[in-house]
């Protein structure tokens, strides 16, 4: 024992110094993104400096002049905890049907059953939707009251049922951590106080209004669109709506309970947020089931003190809610794969048909989740290995080696043929509506991808239109010097990183001697940030539901020793990072609206958010609808609105390219058009980028009010941004 400590000690003192060395680096690098805004030089250890001008952080909650409100946000807040609770009970009874609630502690009974009933209110409301009764708010209360209510018969029979046999016990089905690893749990669970700051900041900021682009454009424009429509349908003008949006049925569920699309829309965005913490719950259970606390409440205060996951979390994104649906299938998987995984069939069944139930949940909030999370995971349950050793044969020659192999790959594909007959069932009931209605709507089950092979039946998609869309989704160039210049930002450069992650996952394999699921967890880790860099286009965003498994890996590299060296660093790097990670989390810097405590009547149009010309449209309603060109971004408009996204066709060619002055004011008199506002500085962005109809040019607009057609307004703020007022007859 004298020899390990010594050999502890030592160790402990490198990994210390290199520890050091990365955050030295971490604190100092520039991040270009926040320039870009402030002007200057800028490094995340310059985030300090709101400790000593703390005027900015009250500015950035209050506003200015200061106001607060706590009381508006009540129905948000209970809106929310209603729908997460009738979906909690919601999973409790499904996954009581299917008997794997007695597997499961109460903290993994938890996450796992509010995960299986968001995704399965999700998949009601967009049933609802498509039947076109989202104006009957009876379909909707219904359903969503009755779980309570089931779970509360299902606990009194179960307290008044004699006893009969004895259930199956948790360690029938527990690799625990003393029999799986050589870890050491020394972290008191108290420790995760360090997350409850930023849970509440998140919580807050998911109650305001959104500020993301995405956001604004489809992720509740679209919820938003159906809810006045009275149905989800298909829309030719935003292609990105016709696209999995099962996060946005949180919001479309609140809107058509509430009857008003603006609180719905926060109650939606609540939503999200609370993944966050959901997520960390996950992340402590399965430390502690694999690992012992320490690795658990690290995990967690990791994950919820992550800049990234509160950016997403607090924006709206789908990014939180794809984190929590993946790893959960991932954790179902493992506890299925686990050496002493107990051998009835049924168990196995129910676990896979719960993976592949939350893997088809994630292929609902994105399309790239098919690729994932869905098709490793169910290579996983094809060929995983439930006990020790190898295909027999091993030591044969090669030529009886690879017979012995094939044929105890048919062997173990038999062998799991119904666990992967549950897991296909359960994402088709979770996730494969989406794809099904998409290939009713237009004849591609996966609009607008894989147009070359599916086609289009609505007309709205074109080869033209699908061109630029393949090349801006599409990385472009792959060679070593890019490829390392990406690594730097994910692992140290990218603006809301964690200062602790990858280097705590590292030690966990550099520290200790991995475990088998150690090098799974590991190895789907790569891949996933190899499908990233070699099918996307490489946006730091969607690298994020990879970060549940990073956290796991860095709460097991934080457990390698028990040295009191180690422990005293650690925990005092732990909560001075906690701390700059908060700083980062609640400042003004660019990406989230971070009005805490204004109130939400006045968020709706601050000028910090809004636009000055939707501020004046939302104020100043028009006599009929306002046309947009080139702004997207629409979801905070009041009025009665048409629009496009920058791939789909603008509706004022149609309106007005051919004709006679008279025969297109007849048009738009037709199509109710009342104004057009053109944001020229949004059409250059897009030219820039995605592209844009080459047909909208200034000219178009000139001969226009020359014709007497159209009639400018003075400007207002913007000045990239024209308004026109539309001549009647």
């Not at 490094?43 to 409100?69: H, K, S």
């Not at 502690?288 to 994104?317: D, E, I, K, Q, S």
Request: aromatic share 12%.
């Amino acid at each position: 024992m004298p020899e390990t400590v010594r050999k502890h000690g030592w160790l402990a003192m490198l990994l210390i110094a290199g520890l050091g060395g990365y955050l030295a680096l971490f604190y100092t690098t520039r991040l270009p993104t926040i320039e870009q805004v402030t002007g200057g030089e800028f490094r995340r250890i310059d985030y300090w400096q709101l400790l000593l001008l703390p005027e900015i952080l009250i500015d950035a909650w209050f506003g200015n002049p200061p106001q607060i409100a706590f009381a508006d946000r009540l129905p948000v807040f209970l809106m929310a905890m209603l729908i997460a609770g009738c979906a909690a009970a919601t999973g409790r009874l499904l996954l009581a049907a299917v008997g794997i609630a007695r597997l499961l502690t109460r903290l993994e009974s938890f996450v796992f059953s509010t995960a299986v009933g968001l995704a399965t209110l999700s998949t009601y409301t967009l049933v609802v939707g498509l039947l076109g009764g989202l104006r009957v708010p009876v379909l909707l209360w219904v359903p969503l009251l009755l779980p309570p209510a089931g779970l509360g018969v299902l606990w009194l029979r179960q307290a008044r049922a004699p006893n009969g046999p004895p259930a199956p016990t948790l360690a029938e089905f527990r690799e625990t951590a003393a029999a799986s690893s050589t870890s050491f749990d020394w972290l008191d669970p108290r420790w995760l106080w360090l997350a409850a700051l930023p849970a509440v900041a998140i919580l807050l900021g998911g109650m305001l209004p959104p500020v993301h682009f995405d956001v604004l454009e489809y992720h509740l424009q679209a919820p938003k669109e159906f809810f006045t429509n009275g149905r989800v349908a298909f829309l030719p003008h935003n292609v990105y709506a016709n696209m999995p949006l099962g996060v946005s049925m949180f919001a479309l569920l609140a809107m058509s309970l509430t009857g008003n699309w603006w609180l719905g829309a926060l109650v939606g965005k609540t939503i999200v947020a609370l993944t966050a913490p959901l997520t960390a719950a996950a992340l402590l259970a399965a430390g502690r089931r694999f690992y012992g606390n320490t690795a658990g409440t690290v995990a967690a205060v990791l994950y919820l003190a992550t800049p990234w996951v509160a950016h997403v979390a607090m924006g709206g994104l789908v990014e939180s809610p794809l984190a929590m649906y993946s790893f959960l299938a991932i954790y179902a998987v493992v506890l299925l794969s686990t050496p002493d995984a107990p051998a009835r069939g049924s168990r196995v069944c129910a676990l896979a048909a719960l993976a592949g139930y939350l893997a088809g949940a994630s292929a609902a909030c994105k399309y790239p989740a098919v690729l994932f999370v869905i098709a490793p995971l169910l290579a996983w349950i094809a060929f995983h290995r439930t006990g020790p050793g190898g295909p027999a044969g091993a030591d044969r020659p090669a030529g009886a080696a690879v017979g012995a192999w094939f044929r105890s790959l048919s062997s173990r594909l038999r062998r799991h043929r119904k666990p992967l007959a549950a897991f296909l069932i359960a994402v088709m009931l979770s996730g494969g509506l989406w794809y099904v209605k998409n290939w009713i709507f237009t004849g591609n089950p996966t609009y607008p991808l894989l147009f070359s092979i599916f086609g289009d039946s609505t007309g709205a998609w074109s080869a033209a239109q699908n061109t630029p869309w393949d090349r801006v989704h599409s990385p472009h160039t792959f060679s070593l010097v890019v490829l390392g210049g990406d690594l730097f930002r994910v692992t140290l450069a990218s603006e809301w990183l964690g200062p602790l992650l990858f280097p705590l996952a590292l030690f966990a394999f550099i520290a200790r001697k991995p475990q088998r699921i150690d090098r799974i967890l590991g190895g789907y880790c790569v891949l996933f940030l190899a499908a990233w860099w070699l099918l996307t286009h490489r946006i730091d965003r969607f690298w994020v539901p990879a970060i549940p498994i990073i956290a796991v890996l860095a709460g097991v590299g934080a457990t390698w020793t028990n040295h009191m060296a180690w422990r005293r660093s650690f925990l005092a790097l732990l909560a001075l990072t906690c701390l700059a990670n908060l700083l980062v989390i609640v400042s003004p810097a660019p990406g989230n609206y971070k009005r805490f405590f204004l109130p939400l009547e006045t968020a709706r149009n601050d000028p910090l958010r809004v636009r000055p010309w939707h501020r004046y449209f939302n104020t100043h309603p028009p006599e009929g609808k306002l046309l947009l060109i080139g702004d997207a971004a629409v979801f905070d408009l009041a009025a009665p609105i048409l629009y496009s996204t920058c791939f789909n066709e603008t509706p004022l060619r149609r309106l007005v390219e051919l004709g006679s002055p008279t025969e297109i004011r007849r048009r738009l008199a037709h199509a109710n058009v009342s104004h057009i506002l053109v944001d020229w500085g949004e059409i250059e962005r897009y030219r820039a980028t995605y592209g844009f109809d080459p047909w909208v040019q200034p000219a178009v607009f000139e001969t226009l009010v020359e014709k007497g057609v159209l009639a400018p307004l003075p400007a207002i703020d913007d000045q990239a941004v024209h308004v026109y007022r539309v001549l009647r007859l």
